[in-house]
């Protein structure tokens, strides 16, 4: 079992930054897919970054391509998103998932094949 617990959201204005964090236990980070995704009110969850296993690739959808990112810290066994120029439209729960290596790159930024979730963590931004 691998558990994930995600922080540092909160309420920003347009432009301003936040550096999430996804905190894990039970299983090496290092030897898992990891992924960020975000679900606003009333949308299914939308991909936003993942980081291969061996951290020598990274994923972003273009709505974030270039503003965020997905950094790992092995030691630590925890996954940041460095979000930068945040815009209202990023609003929403955002949540980390780990995947198995098994999956290809391609397959990331589906969120039915990540295994494990947290809790998510809410980030606000105001125009």
């Known amino acids: 079992q691998m558990q994930l617990g995600e922080s540092g959201g909160g309420l920003v204005q347009a432009g301003d930054s936040l550096r999430l964090s996804c905190t894990t236990s039970g299983r090496t980070v290092s030897r898992w897919h990891m992924g960020w995704f975000r679900q606003a009110p009333g949308k299914e969850r939308e991909f936003a970054a993942a980081?291969?296993?061996?951290?020598?690739?990274?994923y972003y959808s273009d709505s974030v391509k270039g503003r965020f990112t997905i950094s790992r810290d092995n030691a630590d066994n925890t996954v940041y998103l460095q979000m930068n120029s945040l815009k209202p439209e990023d609003t929403g729960v955002y949540y980390c998932?780990?995947?198995?290596?098994?999956?290809?790159?391609?397959?990331?930024?589906?969120?039915?094949?990540?295994?494990?979730w947290g809790q998510g963590t809410q980030v606000t931004v105001s125009s």
């Open positions: 980081l291969l296993w061996n951290g020598l690739s990274t």
């Open positions: 998932g780990a995947a198995s290596v098994g999956y290809r790159s391609s397959e990331l930024a589906n969120p039915n094949v990540y295994g494990f």
